[in-house]
């Protein structure tokens, strides 16, 4: 099993800066991760493939985004029992309720981790990530807390006119 715990997939260049989010918040809390183009409807073979061997490459946890008619992460989580992070890209038609629509509403027994429409899901799928991890990494649990810690000190009390 490699090093690299964490796959984060996307049906499209196009949904990069969305799921960059994710890559982002991973990199500052130190975890490993892949990022790779998957598409239900561009790359079938590639999303089957990707689902096939992801619990023999180590994967524990995949995060996938799509926007529009957004199958990935549905069929991913059809086709792999890692958990799947769901990340509906906002989309120009439909401002991204189309792709949260296909992603939230899976039929029982094939859950997907569904989180906000874009960037907030993007980098709330890296720290749903961690914590998952985290859960087994006493290191990268402190990391997390530190992380959480930053975050709440940075929120001013009152607010001001700038
Ligand atoms: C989906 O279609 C992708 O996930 C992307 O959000 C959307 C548009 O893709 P492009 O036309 O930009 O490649 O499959």
Do not use: C
């Not at 990340?87 to 038609?93: H, K």
């Amino acid at each position: 099993m490699g090093d690299i715990k964490v796959g984060i997939i996307m049906g499209s260049q196009s949904d990069w800066p969305t799921m960059k989010e994710a890559a982002n918040i991973l990199d500052e809390l130190g975890v490993a991760y892949e990022a790779r183009i998957v598409s239900a409807h561009r790359t079938p073979d590639r999303l089957w493939d990707y689902g096939k061997t992801a619990v023999e490459r180590g994967l524990q946890v995949i995060i996938a985004g799509a926007g529009g008619a957004a199958h990935l992460p549905g069929m991913m989580a059809s086709k792999t029992r890692v958990p799947v992070i769901g990340v509906p890209v906002q989309t120009r038609a439909l401002s991204g309720v189309d792709s949260l629509y296909s992603i939230v509403q899976m039929p029982k027994g094939f859950p997907v981790a569904t989180m906000a429409i874009g960037s907030a899901g993007g980098a709330n799928a890296g720290l749903m990530a961690a914590g998952i991890l985290a859960l087994q990494d006493e290191a990268l649990a402190k990391r997390l807390d530190d992380w959480r810690d930053a975050l709440s000190a940075s929120i001013p009390e009152a607010p001001s006119d700038e």
